[in-house]
């Protein structure tokens, strides 16, 4: 089968077509026909090697040495099962399906094995193959910062970086939580998140939120340039911190903050859990949660889709093709 591989840490043009044996699926696993991939900001960064601060001196032992451990990346797949191991029921040989393998690995190629219970969930009917795989890595994401952070009713969210996969993701699920959500993002996306269901809008160009007068219960970090010093102070008492893209200090010092406004900070890769993607398509089944898509590639063009999530611009998830069928819904 054909497949991306990534034989060393670099740019976008690093990466090469090869191809490797196709899989077979074992007992309790199953084989997808992968239609459509995402290029997510985690492929970027097994990628390019680019680590947090701080975290530069563990790359070799975290993620490999010389090159990602994994050469095949790609975190979420749609597709159709095409073979299935023994003793799996629950799914079935022409199954539309999504797949989330995670840090696992893997969807850059035409097939992919995964354990039937696992992150594996029917694709919500009335979304193609493209469009659904647009869900799982901010979805799941956001979801699990924000049930860390225990977001509640009627509290007041302000997601920093709110025009990308994940911070789309959060606005949206925020939104269904019932909380008050400010979504930060340049003026050219204010109408994008105001779509998605944000409340208020802040242009980062011309306003700095953690300098303003509003005060929040939670702040979502999307972006990284949002650590607690420069945001403790729009905290709400027991106002909290959600760092997506924390960085050593960061994550080594959550941990010790509290003081007398018992503030936190929630830091730390998210959890990949199966309940977790069956909960993200019930709520695209249900309209509350829409996948937000910039840019759709073939296959083929795997460095430019990289160009795009390289560039740090990109309004929610870049989309590769790997069969004319993804644009359909079944």
């Known amino acids: 089968m054909k497949a991306v591989f990534v034989p060393r840490y670099g740019p976008p043009e690093v990466i090469e077509f090869r191809e490797v044996p196709l899989p077979s699926p074992g007992a309790g696993e199953l084989r997808i026909r992968v239609l459509a991939a995402a290029v997510t900001a985690g492929d970027w960064r097994l990628r390019s090697g680019l680590m947090p601060r701080g975290f530069g001196p563990l790359r070799g032992v975290a993620l490999g040495f010389g090159g990602p451990r994994k050469g095949i990346l790609g975190t979420d797949a749609a597709g159709v099962i095409d073979a299935v191991g023994s003793g799996v029921s629950r799914f079935q040989v022409g199954d539309p399906v999504l797949a989330f393998p995670g840090f696992a690995m893997g969807s850059h190629a035409e097939f992919l094995v995964m354990r039937a219970n696992g992150c594996v969930a029917p694709k919500p009917a009335h979304l193609s193959f493209e469009d659904a795989v647009a869900l799982p890595f901010g979805g799941m994401t956001a979801l699990d910062f924000l049930r860390r952070g225990k977001v509640k009713a009627g509290e007041r969210v302000l997601v920093n970086g709110a025009s990308g996969n994940v911070g789309a993701a959060a606005v949206q699920i925020s939104k269904h939580l019932g909380a008050h959500v400010t979504a930060v993002c340049s003026s050219n996306n204010a109408d994008l998140v105001g779509s998605l269901g944000a409340d208020e809008v802040i242009d980062?160009?011309?306003?700095?939120?953690?300098?303003?007068?509003?005060?929040?219960?939670?702040?979502?970090?999307?972006?990284?340039?949002?650590?607690?010093?420069?945001?403790?102070?729009?905290?709400?008492?027991?106002?909290?911190?959600?760092?997506?893209?924390?960085?050593?200090?960061?994550?080594?010092?959550?941990?010790?903050?509290?003081?007398?406004?018992?503030?936190?900070?929630?830091?730390?890769?998210?959890?990949?859990?199966?309940?977790?993607?069956?909960?993200?398509?019930?709520l695209a089944e249900q309209g509350k949660f829409r996948p937000v898509i910039d840019q759709r590639f073939p296959f083929e063009r795997m460095v430019d889709a990289y160009r795009v999530v390289d560039s740090g611009r990109k309004k929610g998830s870049v989309i590769v093709w790997l069969d004319p069928r993804a644009s359909l819904h079944q």
């Open 204 to 282: 980062y160009t011309r306003c700095d939120f953690a300098a303003g007068k509003e005060s929040y219960d939670v702040v979502l970090d999307c972006v990284g340039n949002a650590p607690y010093p420069r945001v403790k102070r729009v905290l709400k008492p027991h106002g909290r911190l959600l760092a997506l893209l924390a960085d050593l200090s960061t994550l080594l010092g959550a941990a010790f903050v509290g003081g007398k406004d018992s503030h936190r900070v929630i830091a730390g890769p998210a959890s990949e859990r199966a309940v977790d993607l069956m909960t993200i398509t019930e």
